[in-house]
């Protein structure tokens, strides 16, 4: 059966695509709602183009009156052009605004669900090993920030089942066996490379169990690291 895996880098390169994406739609739905809005709005010039046609059309207007209505109208026009002027530039600004807003609502947005995911990961598989330090030196394994104690031969188990994964190979316990002792697999047996799998995971179980569920007090006893409203018995 295959092993369902998550992969964090995998999980943030499909949420950088997914924001990618919608930058480029939200960029491109305001582009085209901006042209479309500034392309049907009326020229600034038009008012005082139809002041002039009235003034070529109507060559016998001689009246004072007349004169200064017209020239009431060319000053109405200039008001006019002026005004839509800064219309454009308010609208221009607005967008800009919405656009901002609308990336950064699509950011928090996407960070918010691949943040759920990964919870529910964790959730779901209980530990979540972001990083596992192998120290044959010190005898210690660190798994993410928390380091635990081994004995030698369990130190071999599991660096020659770290090599193993990193090679993306999965090794029987004969194999196991054979990789520490140094001996053919068909030499050993399987039941020994089993005996090993196990001392490992007493081991490091006991030890994981001890950090993350069953506290030792010092001096006080022993309490379960677990907030006690989650507890239910039944």
Known sequence: MPVNTFSVTEALRAGSRIVSFGIAAIVGILAVGGAVLFLTLPDANAFNARVERIFA?????????????LE???QSGTAFADTLTSYRMVIFVLLVFAAAMLVAAL????MLVTMNRRMAQIERSGIQVS????????NTVYLNTTGFKLTGAMMETLAVL?????????LSGAEIEAVISGRSAADC????GATRIKRLRDGLGNQ???ELLV?????????????KDVIEVI
């Open 57 to 69: 059309e109507n060559n016998d207007l001689s009246g004072q009156a007349e004169v200064k209505l």
């Open 107 to 110: 950011v928090f947005l996407v």
């Open 208 to 210: 994981i169990v001890s």
């Open 72 to 74: 009431i109208l060319a």
């Open 131 to 138: 990083s596992l330090i192998i120290s044959r030196e010190e």
């Open 189 to 192: 047996d399987e039941a020994a």
């Open 215 to 227: 506290k030792n007090i010092a001096r006080r006893g022993y309490m379960l690291a677990i907030d």
């Open 162 to 170: 770290a090599e193993a994964r990193m090679d993306d190979d999965i």
